[in-house]
């Protein structure tokens, strides 16, 4: 295994090119619940495939095509409902065991991929138009069927992919005196950083906006006129961590685009309640610590 490999690959399986097919906004939330189990269990780069006619997709799915070209790990597939050779070459080339099967008609592909040898799981949740004919078929395979997301982590993730893993490769150099990146572990800042930066703003606009129209609502439909006035209902935390993940993308030279607008409009909170938060997390980490010594001191005794 070296550094450029990339265990785990999700494809986005025939994602609609009209947003007003029914549930495509329904399935990019699903989509992004199951990112952020991927995330909060160890974040790890994974490769996007996406099988698309004509390469195109809805505005629901777009950010998901336009993080992957970002960061350099997606890869457009013009052949929905299949798992075809050049596919098949091509998760082969950067190491890829695992599979994760989202979006639209996904049987077909995971069945082959399963009996292609690769280790793979459809998340449910995340998935359209499959049978009842199908999902037998693709448990009677050995696929993994996760109907949330702990079952993608506990029967899929954790029980089978070592996340995290990464041995030294021909191309990383170490020069006597500051170590140098090489151009795949550059790629994997980037990653963090840029997901790290989505993920922190997702979870402040799905807060709510207190006020008559939204700034993302508002820069994506050109008919609106009011501009937006209010702020976004997050809490403190969801704040802080949008402004860290703006300030890391920002130092690290990555466009911020429209974040900073969306960010113009955060809370503002006082002195006294940002005292309160920080107090608050300092003794839920002081009580999860004394825990953890607890059980320790309980079983050594």
């Not at 909060?40 to 950010?63: C, H, M, N, R, S």
């Not at 075809?84 to 069945?111: D, K, M, N, W, Y």
């Not at 069927?145 to 029980?159: M, N």
């Amino acid at each position: 295994m070296f550094c450029q490999n990339t265990q785990l690959a999700v494809i986005y399986a025939d994602l609609p090119a009209d947003k007003t097919k029914p549930g495509a906004e329904t399935l990019a939330n699903d989509i992004r619940r199951l990112e952020k189990t991927i995330w909060d269990y160890k974040a790890q780069k994974y490769l996007g495939i996406f099988t698309l006619q004509d390469a195109k997709v809805a505005p629901p799915f777009a950010e998901f095509a336009a993080f992957h070209a970002s960061t350099e790990t997606g890869c457009v597939m013009d052949e929905p409902g299949t798992f075809s050779p050049t596919l098949q070459e091509r998760l082969r080339s950067t190491g890829t065991t695992h599979i994760l099967f989202v979006g639209f008609e996904v049987a077909a592909a995971a069945l082959e991929a399963k009996k292609q040898g690769f280790q793979v799981c459809v998340f449910q949740p995340a998935t359209r138009l499959v049978s009842d004919e199908s999902l037998e078929e693709m448990k009677a395979a050995g696929i993994v069927l996760a109907e949330h997301e702990g079952q993608v982590l506990t029967e899929f993730i954790s029980r089978m992919l070592v996340i995290g893993t990464c041995v030294w490769c021909p191309h990383c150099e170490w020069p006597s005196g500051i170590p140098r990146w090489c151009i795949h572990q550059m790629g994997e800042f980037l990653w963090f950083a840029l997901l790290r930066l989505r993920m922190a703003q997702n979870a402040v606009t799905a807060a709510g906006f207190d006020g008559p129209v939204d700034p993302v609502t508002y820069s994506t439909n050109r008919e609106i006129k009011e501009r937006p006035k209010g702020y976004w209902l997050c809490s403190y935390k969801e704040k802080r961590e949008f402004e860290e993940a703006l300030d890391m993308a920002g130092a690290a030279g990555i466009p911020l685009g429209n974040s900073i607008y969306i960010a113009g409009f955060l809370p503002p909170f006082t002195e006294g309640r940002c005292e309160v938060e920080e107090l608050k997390e300092e003794i839920a980490f002081l009580k999860a610590q004394l825990a953890a010594k607890e059980a320790k001191a309980k079983h050594e005794f």
